[in-house]
């Protein structure tokens, strides 16, 4: 295959990517709207992400299994056809059953399409080209999250909440005509006629599933003092020891993880799991704190973190030009520490901070995701044979979304917890003899005021408030804490990762055995 076709490839697969992507955030924005049309409470209307997710994450692992009973490329269309369909259908939902239904179609379409672009990119691309083409791959997976709000702040302020929805109708209809005259089926493909694992399926559709009602319920449930969240867990970690066993003593086995034998696919997932946290963390925590403690109006908020994304638009396609030259070793260490450098900056964070202090760690983030990301793509199924990378990237994709998952649900909890643990703490400094009271008291004397001692109801209120407010702060600080520790601890894993350099076949073959 010629340079231009191959180039031509990366225009096929870029429009799905940034589909699935950004339906993660720009749906985010509308709920409220949608919550008013469909008169749902708030535990009822996040089902709508919950939908979307549980579904696109359950078809990440099996992209290979189906694509070997319809063809890679049938799959692929139907995919996107299915996806564009059910977008229609979720803008002219009429009540909360079938917009919950048409999204979790939605995320069965959507699942495979970051799997899928990602197999053929690093199938077509030779090793020494993978860099180039990873990072513009990249770039559409992590800004499209990255877009989706301001995008859907914009078509729900001008027009309304089903256009969140529709726009996605010309782009997929355009997708469909660009992988149909584009894309092909290598030639080692074969169709399979075994007898499907089902057994498999089920419990991989079982875990799953109830590991994500898990960490969507497990908040508004006060987590494991909920019977219901305690039950769930039981059946999400017996369904996927199910899986395992299934899945590791069948001959044809729906979903092929003996590819994670391959210990440069491994380290690539585990980076990519800590990854997640951080940047899914990051898009979650942020945005919340400047509109929450700091007052941001959601305009202000998206501008004051604007500089990451910028950032990352540099930095990704430098980490493209870099890859080959360099290898993920280098380039994920450096991002690495950029990102400890970041994380502690922003968690050093005060209630008299300007703009600039938080334009600047959010720079250096941007640019330190960037040399993250780009490598870890580009590495992740760079040892392993033609015939598995598509098992690689269900795999590899699956554990990238579930870790952005499981982030944001410890990091929701961590807010919660220690906000509520810093406000008792500082509480305890303005009861009736503490030094705070005790010089309020001293300055009533002084000046004669009955005003301020003893305190007010009006006092009080606004005492706590400062409390509530700086308590809120600290909760944020240690969050922002705990994902420096994480990039930290996870280092060593780097020095496991393995470039073009390392792996001896340019025709695709593999340096380490699966098998």
Not at 302 to 315: C, D, E, K
Not at 448 to 474: C, D, E, R, W
Request: proline share 4%.
């Amino acid at each position: 295959m010629n340079i231009k076709n191959k180039w031509l490839i990366v225009l096929a697969v870029i429009p799905s990517t940034t589909l699935y992507s950004m339906d993660m955030s720009v749906v985010n924005v509308a709920l409220p709207y949608i919550q008013g049309a469909m008169d749902a409470s708030i535990e009822q209307i996040t089902w709508v992400v919950t939908g979307y997710m549980l579904s696109g994450v359950i078809l990440m692992p099996l992209v290979s299994f189906l694509s070997s009973r319809f063809g890679r490329k049938n799959y692929y269309i139907a995919s996107v056809m299915l996806f564009t369909i059910s977008s229609a259908l979720c803008g002219l939902s009429w009540d909360l059953s079938s917009i919950i239904i048409f999204r979790l179609l939605q995320g069965v379409g959507g699942g495979a399409l970051i799997p899928l672009s990602q197999t053929y990119l690093a199938e077509n691309f030779s090793k020494k080209e993978q860099g180039k083409a990873m990072a513009i791959f990249s770039l559409a997976i992590v800004l499209g999250p990255a877009i989706g709000p301001y995008l859907g702040g914009w078509i729900v302020t001008n027009y309304s909440w089903a256009w969140v929805f529709f726009v996605n109708i010309p782009i997929g209809l355009l997708n469909i005509i660009l992988i149909y005259l584009i894309i092909e089926d290598p030639p080692f493909m074969k169709r399979a006629k075994d007898k499907v694992d089902w057994l498999g399926i089920i419990f991989l559709t079982v875990g799953l599933g109830a590991l994500q009602i898990v960490l969507t319920d497990g908040q508004y449930k006060n987590w494991f003092a909920s019977g219901y969240i305690i039950n769930m867990t039981i059946i999400s970690v017996a369904a996927s020891i199910l899986f395992v066993i299934t899945e590791l003593i069948i001959d044809k086995p729906a979903v092929n993880i003996k590819v994670l034998k391959n210990i440069n696919l491994s380290a690539n997932s585990f980076l990519s799991m800590v990854f997640s946290l951080g940047i899914f963390g990051s898009l979650f925590l942020l945005p919340m704190f400047l509109q929450k403690v700091m007052g941001y109006s959601a305009y202000d908020a998206g501008i004051a973190i604007m500089s990451r994304g910028l950032a990352m638009v540099i930095s990704m396609p430098l980490a493209g030009r870099l890859f080959n030259k360099l290898g993920p070793k280098i380039m994920v260490l450096t991002g690495f520490i950029l990102s400890i450098i970041s994380s502690v900056q922003i968690g050093s964070m005060s209630l008299n901070m300007g703009f600039w202090n938080i334009f600047w760690p959010q720079f250096t983030q941007g640019i330190g995701f960037g040399l993250i990301i780009v490598p870890l793509i580009a590495s992740s199924l760079i040892t392993l044979e033609n015939k598995y990378k598509i098992d690689g990237a269900g795999l590899f994709n699956l554990i990238r979304q579930v870790a952005g998952s499981i982030g944001i649900a410890i990091l929701a909890t961590m807010i919660d917890n220690n906000t509520q643990m810093a406000h008792s703490v500082l509480a305890q400094n303005v009861g009736d003899n503490t030094p705070t009271m005790m010089s309020l008291r001293r300055a009533a004397a002084i000046t004669h005021s009955h005003i301020f001692y003893p305190p007010t109801q009006k006092v009080l209120a606004l005492i706590n408030g400062l409390i509530t407010k700086q308590s809120t702060m600290i909760a944020f600080n240690l969050a922002f804490i705990f994902m420096a520790v994480c990039f930290a601890v996870s280092i060593p894993v780097i020095f496991l990762l393995k470039g073009s350099k390392d792996s001896k076949n340019e025709d695709g073959s593999a340096s380490i055995s699966v098998e």
